[in-house]
């Protein structure tokens, strides 16, 4: 089993930055692939970016291609989440998943609330 804490949620303003961290708690995270999804109130949960086991290779919905960019650190057990250029439609709760096979994975954080004021 593992355990994954997402951090690094908050308010900011459009235009603005914001990186997400997801911890796992077991040695296996570096063999898992990582993704993070988001839902925004009153919609479906949807895809944001995922990363190989490696993270040699990384995958982008088309909404947030070349603004977001996914990486991973296996040595900390950690995927990031580096948000750049945000605006109010990116406000939702994001989520860290990881597991293996392909994503949606097993595992889920229990999220991190992202607001982007206009």
């Known amino acids: 089993q593992v355990q994954l804490v997402e951090s690094g949620g908050g308010l900011v303003q459009a235009g603005g930055s914001l990186r997400l961290s997801c911890v796992a708690s077991?040695?296996?995270?570096?063999?898992?692939?990582a993704a993070w999804f988001r839902q925004a109130p009153g919609k479906e949960r949807e895809f944001v970016a995922a990363?190989?086991?490696?993270?040699?290779?990384?995958y982008y919905d088309d909404s947030v291609e070349g603004r977001f960019t996914i990486s991973r650190d296996n040595t900390k057990f950690t995927v990031y989440l580096q948000m750049n250029s945000l605006g109010p439609e990116d406000t939702a709760v994001y989520y860290c998943?990881?597991?293996?096979?392909?994503?949606?994975?097993?595992?889920w954080g229990q999220g991190t609330q992202v607001t982007v004021s206009s």
């Open positions: 998943n990881a597991g293996l096979g392909a994503h949606p994975y097993d595992y």
């Open positions: 990363s190989s086991w490696s993270g040699g290779s990384t």
């Open positions: 077991g040695r296996t995270f570096s063999s898992y692939g």
